[in-house]
């Protein structure tokens, strides 16, 4: 059975938003792509409100089965990583105040699902998310590739708690979670 799931690249200027429907073969079909925006100049309770309503309103759009988030970084600009890590907890709400199950996947992490190389640069997610979803040219801006890349990597990881039912493990997926329990990660649930 399909597994439709919501990838969100959290940002505050620009929040990418990615849909993608996986099959169990791990064929993926894009469903919808867009980048929530905030004006800088806008005061931070109001950027936040905006992104809030930008993903309900694609979640209740698109009833994703599963949510994936960027897990956040720390990076040398404090100021973007308190954006950043305010609007992952945006997204982390709306999913569990709907029931959905989050999983959080580093960059690396999706990199490597995406490209087999955990160290890919954005032009090579870029074309490898494109040549997933059979798409002519790669999603823009970046912000929108790397919330697809997200979506695709958490379906092709396996969450067999937000696969509709009836749907079953691939090897790939199989093999994904095996890793996954020996490595100790854990997937974030309500």
Not at 96 to 113: I, N
């Amino acid at each position: 059975m399909t597994l439709r799931v919501l990838g969100i690249d959290p940002g505050l200027t620009r929040c990418g938003i990615g849909i993608v429907d996986l099959e169990p073969d791990r064929r993926a079909s894009l469903v919808h792509v867009d980048v929530i925006r905030t004006p800088p100049e806008l005061a931070l309770e109001l950027r936040l409100l905006a992104v809030a309503e930008g993903i309900a309103a694609v979640l209740s759009e698109f009833s994703p089965h599963a949510v994936a988030v960027e897990r956040v970084f720390a990076q040398h600009n404090v100021r973007t990583v308190m954006g950043t890590a305010q609007v992952s907890g945006i997204a982390l709400h709306a999913a569990a105040a709907r029931g959905l199950t989050v999983g959080l996947h580093t960059p690396s992490e999706v990199k490597a699902a995406i490209t087999g190389y955990g160290s890919a640069d954005k032009r090579q997610v870029g074309t490898m998310v494109a040549r997933v979803l059979g798409l002519a040219e790669i999603p823009r801006p970046a912000d929108a590739s790397d919330a697809l890349a997200l979506a695709i990597c958490h379906g092709w990881r396996g969450a067999p708690s937000a696969a509709p039912t009836g749907g079953a493990l691939t090897p790939a997926q199989q093999a994904w979670r095996a890793a996954e329990k020996s490595s100790g990660a854990r997937r974030v649930t309500r």
